[in-house]
């Protein structure tokens, strides 16, 4: 390929489509935290999108990040709150009724069964501590909602609702104890520390909240299963106390959620190296997509396969190409014809 | 569900959320919108102390939402910015949102650089379109495109180069590129 090809390729970037900034990035390149082909990917954006450039420009002024993040994290509270069907709402409510009586019933086994024998209990919380995730998974998720719910009106009622009803500081107490609200959490430990966002962040993430819990009995025993116990099932405690604490949850979730948007960046980044023709790099960046499972990750593959070719390592062009009809999704078809034409 | 309708793109959520009347559609796509509209509104709290963000985003996002179901959405930013100016400028009544032209120009030729990145025969041809078009631009406006789109340079160091403001730049950007744009859409229409 020839350097004039190549940089006549990059005029193709003029129209290449970026998304919108998320909500991560707006203060990160505020304050200048992006790399500089995060960076350029943003500018290009920019050129475009008036209500990305008045975002940032609205974010400027000083003062306005803390309201930012609280706001945000409320209007995502109050998008989700509404758009939840009655029924799934309620068959949620069931649910979580058979499961805290479930969750009692385990706490009340091994009450019994500390008290029963000593050593024997212990290793019987060991083998509890290493099924536990299974068991007490399904049944913190849905129990979250329920602390939600006593402070949000049912969906129906909720646009009126909560716009006359709710205070500000109400939304994201709503915000903090969903498990599903992966970007909502962040704001949540603003409530008990009633302090900036920037503060609660910086703090480092304490071990998990010890809270009375009826969990704290049988596990005077045992003091190292306890504090796992907790660290397993901080929703439920939560739940049950009512008092979010600034837990070990909010920091972890971003992570998650910013997954998808953060690796649909990378791809594009991946493009971009790609079109410039440099094709090492281009390759090493769709690579550390394939672990996503979702569109971006057959779209990486796909765009491996044709790196590959492009190399002339047809062996790894088609195992690129295999993977991604495998995978049946909207790329499929094209794998195939590349397949077919290796 | 929520995790797999998060990874569609906005046209195909804006299609979900119209023909199957999918309420966990709009959700996601105006949940991925959300931070933009806040973050576009703060200044309305500053300047008028009577706005209230508990009236306020709700009214907005049911505006969004009946626009949704009735109009034609090209590009969500685009529909999402002019459904908040409209509020502001007149909160009582619900303007309906038409594409720019600028927008429909541009999301077709984006569509068809998307295309044609499989497709090396396509690829070629565009890309002496593109480079027609830019041949017809000022030489102030080429030398920004150029610098800003193959040489990398960013908005703050265009503006030094320049002796503009940053948002000087950027307009003119925009303008060279709606241009661009333009006459990329002409072209294939003529052909
Ligand atoms: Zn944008």
Redesign the interface.
Known sequence: MSDNFT???????????IR????DQ?PRYLEGRLT?IE??LV??H???????????Q??Q?EG?ME??QT??A???Q???D??K?VSQLQKMERYIRKSKKRESLLIYFWVVAFIAGGGAGLYLMQEYNRNKPVMARPAALPIVPAAAMSTTPPPDSA?HQ???L???SEIPVAAAPRK?TV?AAPPAPQKPAADSIVVTRAAPTPPAPKTEDSVKKPATAANTPKEEKEKDTPATTVAKTQAPPPATPPPAKPATSTA?DTDEFLYKAAMVYQQQGDLNEAISRYKRLTSNT???GELARYQLG?CYREKKQNGRARRMFKEVVRMDGSMKQ?AQQALDNL | MYQQLRNLSDKELISRARKLKDREAEGVLLERYSHLLVAVCLPSFRNNPGTNPQTLFPSLLQRLSNSLKTQTIQKANEWIHQTIKSYFANPEKQVPYYPSRDARDQLHTENRVEKAATNTIEKQALIAQVQKALSGLSTEDRFLVEQFYLENQTFTGLAAQKGYTTEKVRQLLKKAKSRLAMQLTNQTYVR
């Open positions: 940089h006549n390729e990059k005029l193709l970037k003029i129209f290449a489509g919108c900034l998320n909500k707006l500089d960076k350029h500018e290009q920019l050129v475009d999108c008036d209500l990305c450039y008045e975002a940032l609205s974010l002024k306005q309201q930012y706001l945000s409320g209007i995502q109050y998008i989700r509404s758009i069907p646009r909560e716009a006359s709710a205070d500000k599903d970007k998808m979702g569109r971006v044709i094209a």
